[in-house]
């Protein structure tokens, strides 16, 4: 007997979910430059010790912490300054907002120009702190400290919507030692404290007019070059000279920094505003070279880890006291999230953060419509310069719009909670997912026309490279000049159709008949189980795909207590056979080991959990969930009614 299963849809009233009201609600960011993710004394990732530095101390950011959420996967939008902070300020992928790097120049290295980079906010761009006002207009904005994005800065009636700011402020700036990129020493490096009395001023103000507030502090430390105070710097002087990080003068001005994040935070508790202000603690993109990153690949100017993993910590009214969160997040994030915790329901358009209040007030994950992507269409010194990127989860995917010492570095795909160094490629395990993203982070760039390099010998001829392919079409599809017909030519990436050098002689789209791992159509079947004989009879899936299938004792990580042999569907028939050895099931379940592929490679992870529940759907792959119902003897379906209602389930892997 076959009985079928019907999932609904909990619709959850937005009326029941946690909310903010803009009434009191004040914010500040602060905004740290070219701090890394190891930066701080603030462990990011509980589970891995070298996530803070083994020498600067920040006790104030480690209080901050403590009253509230650290992230251990949060990025900024680029590896340089002014891209990111555009993106802090728009909620928008330096892709969309077309500001890529901190120069406008172009440059050609081995025939790939790279692209001609905005510099300046538009004039009329709306900002968040435009976007605050709209939605109550008792907010007051200011920005104090770098700005770096020209066309006047935030002033008083300006055009992006703060009232009060510092102007066009860039680098210099904030060098108050000496105007220098040299080492130094004095009682407000890098303006560390001017910036932090600006802010107290203008917090006590706001409190004592009743007004809420957006306050932006964009530090100019712990940039170069290396400013600190006299203090500081004998305290460190000596000390862990074998560690990671050695610098006593970079850490030095690495805890002036933090102390002014402890002289706003002691603000806000003498005013009696702690629990009605949220503090953002975050910064603009990886360490240089003043900071080690590891265990980090790379640092600013890559979109590697060491160039985009930063540290994140926000704390404020509803966020639980010391707790963390490993979703990714990315600097993009933090316009939408602010407005969501002032009350904002309707968020502005062609933003591509998300709003992250329901995680930092319920821990609910929220859903991104596309995976965070990193766009970096410049050459440098660094591996992963001239490189987009695209974070789906555990994932990352890299492609390098050229690379002039491996053809084979083109594309890249990492899982990031195995290999935060980035040390291990597994396109070529996953062949399938690498296409499938290479396909998705195509699509956005191409969707939002975002500027992409191009190939340039200086004579205007469309095939500079003479690989037979129009150079616009090939980079434009994300095959870049590195990917030719002598290295990679008899490719049919899409399994549909021609290989590349048909498809690029035709100018037709090289990815167009790729579905990809998530858009498969699968029917599950199951007729009966039977625990004291396992048996699975059958899976039904579409055919040209496998299943393969070990089933191990509850808390039993080696022995194999059954296996099958991987058995592909002939023409729409059962792909999995019956596991038919004899053993007992705990109460608490068997385990279940599997991956699922296709006659091109493998669509998912191995995976293994707890069954006790029927199929669902997740992701691209079968998952079985736990129940609450404990297991025992059975000898069909219909004697555990209360814990299986089908036996029978179709359902459609979507992207």
Not at 52 to 59: F, I, N
Not at 259 to 284: A, H, N, P, R
Request: glycine residues 10%.
């Amino acid at each position: 007997m076959k009985m079928k299963i019907y999932f609904r849809t909990l619709l959850i009233l937005a009326c029941l979910l946690p909310t903010r009201s803009s009434a009191q609600t004040n914010f500040i960011l602060i905004l740290s430059d070219d701090q890394g993710w190891n930066g701080t004394s603030v462990l990011m990732d509980p589970n891995r010790e070298d996530s803070r530095s083994d020498l600067y101390e920040t006790p104030n950011l480690e209080k901050l912490a403590q009253r509230g959420m650290v992230f251990s996967q949060a990025y900024s939008a680029a590896p340089k300054c002014a891209p990111s902070r555009m993106s802090v300020l728009t909620g928008q992928s330096t892709a969309r907002h077309g500001i890529t790097n901190t120069s406008t120049s172009s440059s050609t290295v081995d025939l790939v120009k790279s692209t001609n980079s905005s510099r300046s906010i538009p004039v009329g761009e709306e900002t968040i702190a435009n976007w605050l006002s709209d939605y109550d207009a008792a907010y007051k904005s200011a920005h104090f400290g770098k700005w770096h994005l020209g066309n006047g800065g935030p002033t008083p009636g300006g055009d992006f919507g703060f009232d009060e700011g510092d102007g066009p402020t860039a680098n210099d700036t904030g060098d108050n030692c000496v105007n220098t990129f040299s080492t130094s020493e004095c009682d407000d490096p890098k303006l560390i404290f001017t910036l932090a009395n600006r802010g107290e001023d203008f917090i006590r103000r706001k409190h004592a007019a009743g007004e809420p507030f957006y306050l932006q502090l964009s530090h100019y430390a712990v940039h170069g070059g290396v400013e600190y105070t006299t203090d500081s710097k004998a305290k460190y002087d000596g000390k862990d000279a074998d560690g990671l990080h050695q610098d006593a003068e970079y850490a030095a001005m690495t805890e002036d920094l933090d102390k002014s994040v402890g002289q706003i935070m002691d603000v806000l508790d003498e005013l009696g505003i702690t629990d009605e202000t949220y503090i953002i603690f975050t910064s603009d993109n990886g360490a240089g070279g003043l900071s080690d990153n590891s265990p980090l690949f790379e640092g600013k100017n890559s979109v590697a880890e060491g160039g985009i993993r930063v540290p994140m910590v926000i704390a404020g009214p509803g966020i639980t006291a010391n707790s963390h969160s490993d979703f990714p997040v990315v600097g993009y994030d933090l316009a939408p999230t602010i407005l969501a915790l002032a009350g904002e329901t309707t968020m502005p358009a062609d933003i591509d953060g998300v709003e992250l209040d329901q995680l930092l007030l319920t821990g609910a994950e929220p859903t991104r419509t596309f995976p965070m992507v990193f766009h970096f269409p410049h050459h440098g010194n660094n591996a992963y310069d001239m490189s987009s990127a695209l974070i789906d989860g555990k994932y990352k995917f890299i492609v390098n719009h050229t690379d002039r010492h491996n053809p084979d570095d083109v594309f890249k795909l990492f899982e990031l909670n195995q290999d935060i160094g980035e040390t291990t490629d597994i396109t070529t395990t996953f062949p399938l997912k690498a296409r499938y993203y290479h396909k998705r982070l195509r699509d956005y760039l191409i969707g939002i026309n975002a500027l992409l390099p191009a190939l340039d010998d200086g004579s205007g001829a469309a095939d500079v490279d003479q690989d037979g392919w129009d150079d616009a079409w090939e980079m434009n599809n994300l095959l870049t000049f590195s990917y030719n017909p002598t290295d990679h030519g008899s490719l049919n990436l899409d399994n549909a159709g021609g290989d590349l050098n048909s498809e690029g002689t035709l100018l037709t789209d090289p990815l167009g008949g790729l579905t990809g791992p998530f858009d498969a159509t699968v029917t599950l079947e199951v007729d009966r189980l039977d625990l004291g004989n396992t048996r699975m009879n059958y899976a039904y899936m579409a055919a040209g795909y496998t299943v393969h299938y070990k089933v191990f004792e509850i808390g039993s990580s080696i022995a194999v207590i059954d296996t099958d042999e991987a058995i592909s569907a002939p023409a729409g028939q059962f792909v999995i056979t019956g596991m038919s050895n004899f053993f007992s099931a705990t109460s608490e379940g068997f385990v279940l080991e599997y991956t699922v592929e296709d006659d091109q490679g493998v669509l998912c992870d191995p995976m293994r959990e707890t069954v006790k529940l029927n199929p669902v759907l997740a992701g691209s792959c079968i998952e079985f969930t736990a129940a609450n119902s404990s297991w025992g003897y059975a000898s069909d379906w219909a004697t555990y009614s209360n814990v299986y209602e089908m036996a029978d389930r179709d359902f459609t892997v979507e992207a």
